[in-house]
């Protein structure tokens, strides 16, 4: 009599495509993402006063202070406004020259 056996699957071959899944959406979707908040924290560390900014609601002005968390912007000739740093999305000056 003749007993034939299954051969067991390896541990390994059936994490494989979860292990590949997770390859894929690392460099793909996280490390982009972290590459672009490491940008924009070297971005809001280099502002300076007289730069021309754009907020992430639209709002454009040129720095008239910086404290530690607020930025304060002219708007216009007696018009300012102070917005939270975190809030400023890109710069304007090489923009609208």
């Given at each position: 009599m003749i007993l034939l056996?299954?051969?067991?699957?390896?541990?390994?071959?059936?994490f494989?495509?979860?292990?590949?899944?997770?390859?894929?959406?690392?460099?793909?979707?996280?490390?982009p993402q972290q590459k672009k908040a490491k940008q924009q924290g070297q971005f809001l560390e280099n502002l300076n006063k007289g730069d021309e900014i754009a907020?992430?609601?639209?709002?454009?002005?040129?720095?008239?202070?910086?404290?530690?968390?607020?930025?304060?912007?002219q708007i216009d000739q007696k018009t300012f406004l102070r917005v939270l740093k975190a809030t400023v999305s890109k710069e304007m000056t090489e923009s609208i020259k």
């Open positions: 056996q299954a051969a067991q699957p390896n541990p390994i071959m059936s494989l495509p979860l292990i590949g899944i997770v390859v894929v959406f690392y460099f793909f979707f996280i490390r907020t992430a609601s639209g709002i454009i002005g040129r720095i008239n202070k910086i404290e530690e968390n607020t930025i304060t912007l």
